[in-house]
């Protein structure tokens, strides 16, 4: 099995088109990356600070990972396998940029203030994160940001900015360990970028930062040839799950309504439920889940959808 590292092939903040691949790999092929976390590194204790004069983008990824055969109108599969640190720890923080993520309309700065700079390094071990000494948590480790080259008249490129159809910085707790992102595909090759890991995180992640951690993904691509998708997907054991986001001219409120009618087309296709039968279980058992502030995931059990 491959692995392939960010000390080898450095930092992307784009999930950009015109980025040479860094690896070919075959339809059905196993690897494990390494990734760095959303600081890009910068911050180990509690007296460190980003410092965007240095770094100014979030969320480095590796990438783009070519798969062979990918061509416009397949999906491609990613099998996330295990999420592993690689140092231990993680870091949530808060920095004077925090309020641009809770509001649009720049009140602080109008005011002259500014959120407070604040570090908390959380020990990962024996299956906990730890906030502090009395407060700790399950180990629930995610990818925050997983997608592949979108259109560029499109989606934004950016890897620490606004999620699409591609997928890109979705913060979504679902995709994780024994789940399987399904990506439409907008390229050859497909181009796969994948980063930004949180030992957790809670839905809407509203101070702007999970538990940040750089680590090891265990992954394994596949394509769905002629398998147009217009969303993100993920399945785990137990739920199908619709992706979408908001963008330009498309409010999250928008995006709640755009998953569930995707989860709804998907349960018809896989399922052979009625879509409008399948209206109203959705709207009797049906989940919302936000990750960031910009994505809705609407999902389902399968237990209700294939009973025995």
Same mark, same amino acid.
């Given at each position: 099995?491959?692995? /392939?590292?960010?000390?080898?092939? &450095?930092?992307?903040?784009?999930?950009?088109?015109?980025?040479?691949?860094?690896?070919?790999?075959?339809?059905?092929?196993?690897?494990?990356?390494?990734?760095?976390?959303?600081?890009?590194?910068?911050?180990?204790?509690?007296?460190?600070?980003?410092?965007?004069?240095?770094? !100014?983008?979030?969320?480095?990824?590796?990438?783009?990972?070519?798969?062979?055969?990918?061509?416009?109108?397949?999906?491609?599969?990613?099998?996330?396998?295990?999420?592993? !640190?690689?140092?231990?720890?993680?870091?949530?923080?808060?920095?004077?940029?925090?309020? #641009?993520?809770?509001? $649009?309309?720049?009140?602080?700065?109008?005011?002259?203030? $500014?959120?407070?700079?604040?570090? *908390?390094?959380?020990? /990962?071990?024996?299956?906990?994160?730890?906030?502090?000494?009395?407060?700790?948590?399950?180990? %629930? !480790?995610? /990818?925050?940001?997983? @997608?592949?080259?979108?259109?560029?008249?499109?989606?934004?490129? $950016?890897?620490?900015?606004?999620?699409?159809?591609? &997928?890109?910085?979705?913060?979504?707790?679902?995709?994780?360990?024994?789940?399987?992102?399904?990506?439409?595909?907008?390229?050859?090759?497909?181009?796969?970028?994948? @980063?930004?890991?949180?030992?957790?995180?809670?839905?809407? #992640?509203?101070?702007?930062?999970?538990?940040?951690?750089?680590?090891?993904?265990?992954?394994?691509?596949?394509?769905?040839? @002629?398998?147009?998708?217009?969303?993100?997907?993920?399945?785990?054991?137990?739920?199908?799950?619709? /992706?979408?986001?908001?963008? +330009?001219?498309?409010?999250?409120?928008?995006?709640?309504?755009?998953?569930?009618?995707?989860?709804?087309?998907?349960?018809?296709?896989?399922? @052979?439920?009625? *879509?409008?039968?399948?209206?109203?279980?959705?709207? %009797?058992?049906?989940?919302? *889940?936000?990750?960031?502030?910009?994505?809705? +995931?609407?999902?389902?059990?399968?237990?209700?959808?294939?009973?025995?």
């Amino acid at each position: 099995m491959r692995k /392939i590292s960010f000390r080898e092939f &450095g930092l992307k903040y784009t999930l950009s088109p015109d980025e040479e691949p860094i690896i070919n790999v075959k339809p059905g092929e196993s690897l494990i990356l390494e990734v760095e976390d959303a600081s890009s590194g910068q911050i180990r204790s509690e007296v460190d600070r980003r410092d965007k004069s240095r770094i !100014p983008f979030g969320n480095p990824v590796l990438g783009p990972i070519y798969i062979e055969g990918a061509e416009e109108g397949d999906a491609v599969s990613i099998y996330i396998e295990e999420i592993n !640190p690689t140092i231990g720890q993680g870091a949530t923080y808060i920095t004077e940029s925090n309020d #641009e993520y809770l509001t $649009s309309v720049p009140i602080l700065k109008f005011a002259g203030g $500014s959120f407070p700079c604040k570090t *908390r390094i959380c020990p /990962i071990r024996d299956g906990l994160v730890y906030f502090s000494e009395k407060v700790a948590f399950p180990y %629930q !480790p995610m /990818i925050g940001t997983i @997608g592949v080259a979108p259109r560029q008249e499109a989606e934004a490129l $950016s890897s620490s900015f606004m999620p699409g159809r591609h &997928g890109g910085n979705m913060d979504l707790p679902d995709i994780h360990p024994g789940s399987r992102v399904i990506i439409p595909v907008f390229h050859e090759g497909a181009l796969l970028y994948l @980063g930004d890991v949180h030992a957790v995180q809670g839905d809407g #992640e509203i101070s702007g930062t999970a538990v940040e951690m750089p680590a090891e993904v265990k992954v394994k691509v596949d394509i769905l040839k @002629g398998k147009s998708v217009s969303w993100p997907r993920v399945e785990d054991e137990d739920e199908i799950i619709a /992706i979408a986001t908001s963008g +330009a001219g498309r409010s999250l409120e928008d995006a709640i309504k755009i998953a569930f009618l995707e989860l709804i087309l998907w349960m018809e296709e896989r399922y @052979g439920i009625d *879509r409008f039968d399948g209206l109203m279980l959705c709207s %009797q058992i049906g989940k919302v *889940r936000i990750g960031n502030l910009w994505t809705a +995931a609407a999902k389902i059990q399968k237990k209700y959808l294939n009973p025995t």
